[in-house]
């Protein structure tokens, strides 16, 4: 089943204890992003990445870090989370970016708070 | 404003209803895209477009490219379409989908 899988779903952690969201896709996406949703200001772009090894800041990067070291794979780093991270992270992937007919695929969500 | 506007931003309706979602963006796109949302849940593709109309079950969505509006619409709806949709737009020169900020659907029985 073509899927985009995050993990972990729920986390609650302290203010400063780097952490590792994962991310993997099982279509051979080249194209894989990170939003966060937050009420009030809907999804943002964290980051982006086009291919393995490209990657490059979307809307609201700071205090995120991701690396593309395989195709499937996209971590999203936080590492020293602050209150103000807590939010609905999203991954998403599609084949590539450019086309009118890519459709793109969402992970479930990870529920991120800290405290 | 944003680019992505949506309207209604809440709806409710009762079981049966024809329901409508409108979308309208102000930047060039190369596709646009509608997405649900259940409470608590990941975010699922419906459509994608890039001219005219698609239909996949009870959910229609059209879109008007000069017009730069798109519309969801669902047929004979159902509690289970309780949901939030969210309109997202491919801008042309950009590698990002822009958001409009979701339409809260509560169908009643």
């Known amino acids: 089943e073509a899927q985009v899988t995050q993990n972990p779903r729920y986390l609650i952690t302290v203010t400063g204890k780097k952490l590792t969201v994962t991310c993997s896709q099982n279509m051979n996406h080249e194209y894989m992003s990170w939003y966060r949703q937050d009420p009030g200001l809907g999804l943002r772009q964290i980051y982006y990445s086009m291919n393995v090894e490209v990657t490059d800041k979307g809307d609201v990067p700071e205090g995120y870090k991701v690396s593309r070291k395989e195709k499937r794979n996209f971590p999203l780093i936080l590492e020293s989370p602050s209150p103000n991270q807590t939010s609905l992270y999203f991954c998403?992937?599609?084949?590539?970016?450019?086309?009118?007919?890519?459709?793109?695929?969402f992970g479930q969500g990870t529920r991120l708070t800290v405290v | 404003k944003n680019e992505v506007e949506q309207s209604p931003q809440n709806l409710t309706a009762q079981e049966g209803e024809f329901i409508t979602i409108n979308c309208s963006y102000s930047?060039?796109?190369?596709?646009l895209h509608w997405l649900q949302q259940h409470p608590g849940g990941g975010i699922v593709s419906l459509f994608m477009?890039?001219?005219g109309k698609k239909k996949h079950g009870r959910l229609i969505a059209t879109i008007n490219i000069q017009e730069k509006h798109s519309s969801l619409h669902i047929t004979a709806s159902h509690p289970r379409d309780s949901a939030v949709y969210i309109c997202a737009v491919r801008s042309t020169g950009a590698q990002k989908l822009v958001f409009g900020q979701g339409t809260r659907l509560t169908i009643n029985p």
């Open positions: 930047v060039g796109i190369s596709a």
């Open positions: 998403a992937s599609s084949l590539w970016w450019g086309g009118r007919n890519t459709e793109a695929f």
């Open positions: 477009l890039s001219s």
